[in-house]
Antibody, heavy 117, light 111 residues
Framework: EVQLVESGGGLVQPGGSLRLSCEAS????????MSWVRQAPGKGLEWVAN????????YYVDSMKGRFTISRDNAKNSLYLQMNNLRAEDTAVYFC??????????WGQGTLVTVSS | QSALTQPASMSGSPGQSITISCTGT?????????VSWYQQHPGKAPKLIIY???NRPSGVSYRFSGSKSGNTASLTISGLQAEDEADYYC???????????FGGGTKLTVL
């Protein structure tokens, strides 16, 4: 059974940093692109970033380039999102998802990031 | 503002069929068949229900179907059931600077 479990969310002050993790199981993690998608409270889904299986290619939504960094550790079956210089508008539930067939076929339950003083 | 445009809300009665539209541009829906649809119940993670415009993942009800014409992709739900009440999002690959975009979402109410 495919499982994705996010962690690392919490309350952080504006300008602060946070590192999200996503632990994968039930599939060959090193074979798949992986994505982060976020959802602000009461709002729609927003794709954030994705990363190639070997980590050699990474893509980001324009508004987060330079502040967010996606990475992975295939030995640990884990995906990460380093978020720096956080703003109030980054407050959201962050989902990790497996990329497959040009879609996101499995999703984690999400982790809530709240940026507030 | 989302790159893909969906109606904010729709409603239907049990047993009816409804079609949710997703309008894009030549940078996404027109040029690529990488359109997918997701169902999200309140407080839950999204669930993939359609990929490659019209393909259903294993385990997804046959009542869900997808199509595309020009710059508009569509999700049709036939034989509406109470459990179909949820938010629905389309997504597409795009040749723009951001490779993936979502629609703003459609809240479906089953009356």
């Amino acid at each position: 059974e495919v499982q994705l479990v996010e962690s690392g969310g919490g309350l952080v002050q504006p300008g602060g940093s946070l590192r999200l993790s996503c632990e994968a199981s039930g599939f060959f993690f090193s074979d798949y692109w992986m994505s982060w998608v976020r959802q602000a409270p009461g709002k729609g889904l927003e794709w954030v970033a994705n990363i190639k299986p070997d980590g050699s290619e990474k893509y980001y939504v324009d508004s987060m380039k330079g502040r967010f960094t996606i990475s992975r550790d295939n030995a640990k079956n884990s995906l990460y999102l380093q978020m720096n210089n956080l703003r109030a508008e980054d407050t959201a539930v962050y989902f990790c998802a497996r990329d497959n067939e040009w879609s996101r076929d499995y999703w984690g339950q999400g982790t809530l990031v709240t940026v507030s003083s | 503002q989302s790159a893909l445009t969906q109606p904010a809300s729709m409603s239907g009665s049990p047993g009816q069929s409804i079609t949710i539209s997703c309008t894009g541009t030549s940078s996404d829906v027109v040029d690529y068949n990488y359109v997918s649809w997701y169902q999200q119940h309140p407080g839950k993670a999204p669930k993939l229900i359609i990929y490659y415009v019209s393909n259903r993942p294993s385990g997804v009800s046959y009542r869900f179907s997808g199509s595309k014409s020009g710059n508009t992709a569509s999700l049709t739900i036939s034989g509406l059931q109470a459990e179909d009440e949820a938010d629905y999002y389309c997504s597409s690959y795009t040749s723009g600077s951001t490779p993936w975009v979502f629609g703003g979402g459609t809240k479906l109410t089953v009356l």
